[in-house]
């Protein structure tokens, strides 16, 4: 398994950022994906954000994927030394509020340049605890 601890979470006022770290040890080889999810309370969990670790690529050349909703504000990166995956999030908005989770995947690299497993829930067999974050 891979442990992920998430860390960064907090209050912030709208417009404001903040940033996201997700801390990977264990087994991490094992993953070539590493993703963000949010949910709000009442909802299901929904994806933000991936990163595809050995550089396979979307249809558009990029090795990084989001959803419409946070294109332009977020970024996802990927510390190699640290093992660690940030979620920088800036332009914040009061619907950004949620609890934020890592999640590590080994999705097949032909699925990845098809688009046609992106941000499944099901495809991230190891999870973080989650970190809140409050926007008002």
């Known amino acids: 398994h891979v442990q992920l601890v998430e860390s960064g979470g907090g209050a912030v006022q709208a417009g404001g950022s903040l940033r996201l770290s997700c801390a990977a040890s264990?087994?991490?080889?094992?993953?070539?994906?590493m993703g963000w999810f949010r949910q709000t309370q009442g909802d299901q969990r929904a994806g933000v954000a991936t990163?595809?670790?050995?550089?396979?690529?979307?249809?558009?050349?990029?090795?990084?994927y989001y959803v419409d909703s946070v294109k332009g504000r977020f970024t996802i990166s990927r510390d190699n030394a640290r093992n660690t995956v940030y979620l920088q999030m800036n332009s914040l908005k009061p619907e950004d509020t949620a609890i934020y989770y890592c999640?590590?995947?080994?999705?097949?690299?032909?699925?990845?340049?098809?688009?046609?497993?992106?941000?499944?829930?099901?495809?991230?067999?190891?999870w973080g605890r989650g970190t809140q974050v409050t926007v008002s």
């Open positions: 999640a590590a995947a080994n999705v097949p690299v032909v699925a990845i340049a098809t688009m046609t497993r992106v941000l499944r829930e099901m495809d991230f067999p190891d």
């Open positions: 264990g087994n991490t080889l094992r993953s070539n994906c």
């Open positions: 990163y595809n670790i050995y550089g396979a690529q979307y249809s558009d050349g990029s090795n990084t």
